[in-house]
């Protein structure tokens, strides 16, 4: 006969940053049982050890939203971590570049953003660009001086080290199915056993709205998985490039476009594109789930979505199959970029990440975080039984991870105020 299922204050489903995180938070405010369950044998194996390592400034997103307050917090914070445990990262600036006079109403978009959420945003012209980054063709540019650049998989792992000293467990290589609420606890199930518990944070970025799903918990959105595949730039242009060279983004779509980093490690790195992933980890074309798949292409939402963005769509999918198409988007910003000078990161890891992506019925995006409770804030109060869904976590979730836990955990415990703004 198995014996009684383990019990624990809280359990956290999911072991990126955003979860680790969460358990940071929840061991600052005193909770002394805490459990995190990750289905991979290794922490931080999707979003967060696949992405491009920037430390966001908060410069691009809607005053008043989760991802403005939190990112600009998280930027400063992120860095400060690294020092205090002697992690890689470098605040090396961000210039965002107009290619041409079209994007300038876009670039001073950005400029009002940027100031109304307090992050520091300098103009400038042509030449001003020229003097931040000499080998960037741009009209006009933004420099960005709190930018920065570190490794989300080293910091994901040094939060790990620090919570298993502090007491919590870790469970790696154990997948969780639902998380039930019932009258006096939560049923975590998993398929090496049940956890019991008072609440439950679900942080399973692409399998989030699955779990919700397979609750009882109507998450009212979809998870759609976008691949984006990143090259290595090599050679004088990549020595030409001195940090982060950022274009304008397109307000339409979500992601920030094609650009070049420079990494910690001195490497330089574009991309990436943004093309449909054909299952929830589908890091290359040769990987199809087709149940996933088809979940996806037959969801009103996204129909929706491709219904408006299809033109968009194609060209994503060109500079993923086409080395020179991707070239020639490099070469907006780095003129004289060829497809010679793409070549496969050397790490497996680096070569494409797979973004969560939550799309609303109406096939709108969901352009904010996204956090969702089972069960009323009274009852979180209360310390009656609720189960948080993080139901959107994309970028700059990395950044902001560090106050995004102590934003779930202030709704846990009924005390959080949400000023998010619709989107």
Partial sequence: MPGPSPRHDVVVVGGGIVGLAVVTALLDAGHTSVALVERESSL???????????????????????KARLAVTGCAETKAFCAEQGLPYAECGKVVVATDDSERGRMAELVR?????????????????????PAVSAVAGLWVPSTGICDYEAITRRLAELAV???????????????VRRRRDVVVHTD????????????????????ARASGFDPGVRTVPFRGEYSDLRGPKADAVRGLVYPVPDP???????????????????????VLALAREGYDWRTLRARELAGTLTDPG???????????????????????????????????????????????MRRAGVRAQAVRPDGSLVDD?????????????????TVLHVLNAPSPAATAALPIGREIVARLEGKAVDTAVAS
């Fill in 113 to 133: 953003r940027g100031r109304a959420n307090g992050v520091e945003v300098h103009e400038l012209d042509a030449a001003g660009v020229r003097d931040r980054e």
């Fill in 302 to 348: 996204f129909l929706s979505l491709a219904a408006r963005q299809w033109r968009y769509g194609l060209g994503e999918m060109h500079r993923s199959v086409s080395k020179a198409a991707m070239a020639r988007a490099v070469s907006k910003m780095l003129p004289g970029t060829t497809a010679a000078d793409l070549h496969p990161p050397h790490d497996v």
């Fill in 369 to 385: 975080f996204l956090f969702v409770q089972d069960g009323s804030t009274a009852a979180a109060a209360a310390d009656e039984p």
């Fill in 192 to 211: 090496a056993g049940d956890l019991l518990a008072g609440q439950v944070v679900v942080c399973a970025g692409l399998r989030s709205d699955e779990i």
């Fill in 252 to 274: 339409a779509f979500p992601f920030l476009g094609v650009h070049a980093t420079r990494g910690v490690d001195g490497s330089v790195h574009v991309g990436p594109n943004a």
């Fill in 44 to 66: 931080a194996a999707h979003q967060t050890g696949r992405n491009s390592n920037v430390i966001h400034s908060g410069l691009y997103y809607a005053p008043g939203s989760l």
């Fill in 165 to 179: 000293a502090r007491g919590a467990t870790l469970h790696t290589g154990r997948a969780v199915r639902s998380a």
